[in-house]
């Protein structure tokens, strides 16, 4: 090949290969328009989407937090509504709130996107899938927020600068399963009781001794009255005028005797079996022999054949103080006789002596011995009438609760189980119902021991399951409320106390096992607090406990309040 056809072939490939890469260029230049034109467009869908997410996460915590208020009004709903959609705001809403107040950045949303807001009040509806209006309080709060002109970042290059976003959400309060399980054993009125004289107050404790005696209609027996009082024994009438008349006043280690004639002399026989011999002069005598009186000689007053009137008070014998209390002819009022009482009251040991009323005898002591020795109802029927501490407490703060959930008019169903029954277990007062009235009269008329005088605790816990397991609703929360002012000490027929704790923790894992929640109160200084915190962390409850050494008042406030907190805290959800 020659020079020259060389040269020439070059030449032509080099004009050949300019508008190759010319075309490179230009195709290059279209596809990073292209790319840019969907970069710009991906960027503003994802956008929108995130704008929609902010929005839906936004409108579904100011529904939770309307809801959440709605026991206290719609008006308090409204205003956390408002509150928590600033909380949460969309977009670059953020710097119109930054560093401003909750009022006046709820006062900029309204002015500025309340056209965009609606909120409903109403049931849920489920086929409707929609809030409808109710002719009670409601139990559901709906919220739809529209924001209109979001701007774009590169719409205007595909013909649209702004779009517009919507969510909307429903919150509704989740009807409630609540079985409540009351201590009834016998502790449950120690409160008045002699025995918390040092705890409480002499006072305040027999304060609430005579309401307790009022309540049960302050009733007459013999000659007792309220404050135990010493007993006089009376002796024969005179039948002649030279007879006298003696009455013996018995004071435990001193006797006292009035007489209308002179003495001749007096023995008084005390405990140890010798006799003392006085000769008293006047018609009022106090004689102390140095030991328990138990038998007394006096001589006072001329038989008709002139011989010295003699006047025996034999105070070993239960008969001289029943009669000396006008309770010979007096029926006892409840199945049994007065020997009980009279016992009580004469006992060398017990509550009563230690109150110093040891052979004193009135209604305040007689009150004591039927919560202390007969506190079941077959031998006390009446004295759930009685306000017997802390059960009075107790039933009081249970009637409130029933109307705090009544107010709310809620879909709440309430249930009753108490420990012990008659056999030492539970038993079911009421199954799950929406008859409140029902759960209160119940409750009010049960007394401390009604049935059983130990504690089992995991027997009432029993109840409650068993009770949620057969009829509460397939959408209902489960909850046990569970009350109790003492140990556990009763399992399988008797008493023990390791078995009957154990009893209670192996049932809260049952109950953990079906998602029911338990509350625990622990009421008072004797209760098991860690046993009761034990089964509120199993269940993934709540703890309340209110401390001992309390006036029944201070008792009373602080249950109220538990059971005020109870009632008010209604899980929530989300049904839209």
Known sequence: MSRQSATNEEDMSCVRSVPRRGVIIVLAAVLMIVMMAMLAFSIDVGYMYTMQSQLQRSVDAATLAGA??????????????????????????????????????????????SQGLEVKYGDWDESAQDVVPTGRQPSTVGVTMRYDNMPFFFGSLLGRDTFSIEARSAASYQPRDIMVVLDLSGSMNDDSEFS????????????NQLQIYQDLGSPTYGNLEFTPQWATAEGPAPQTSEQAKVSATYQYSTVVLNSTKAYERVRVRRSDGNIVTYYPSGLEASFTPGGQ???????????????DQLHYFDFTNRNTFRDALG????PYPYSGNWNGYLDFCMSSGGQNKNAGFRYKFGYQNLIVYWLDKKSLHSQMPDMWKGSAQPITAVKNSVDLFVHFIEESESDDQMGLAVYNGPDGEGILESTLTDNYGFITAQSNHRQAGHYHNYTNIAAGMKEARDELDARARPGAFKMIVLLTDGVANWHNGG???????????HEAYLSADRGYVIVTISLGAGADKNLMQQVADITSGSHFNIPGGQTVEEYAEDLTEVFQKIAAHRPLRLVQ
């Not at 309770?327 to 007096?330: A, S």
């Not at 008493?495 to 923790?505: C, E, L």
């Open 495 to 505: 008493v023990n106390s390791g078995a009957a704790r154990d009893a209670v923790i």
């Open 293 to 307: 009186v138990r038998e007394v000689w006096a001589y006072s007053g001329k038989n008709p054949d002139h011989s």
């Open 68 to 113: 959440g208020s709605l026991i206290d009004g719609q008006d308090a709903a409204t205003d956390a509504v408002h509150e928590y959609l600033v909380r949460n705001p969309v977009g670059t809403q953020w710097k119109e709130y930054d560093n401003q107040p909750v009022p006046d950045s709820v006062a900029h949303f309204m002015t500025n996107y």
């Open 196 to 207: 918390a004289f040092n705890k409480l107050g002499v006072a305040s404790v027999t304060a």
């Open 327 to 330: 309770l010979d002819d007096t």
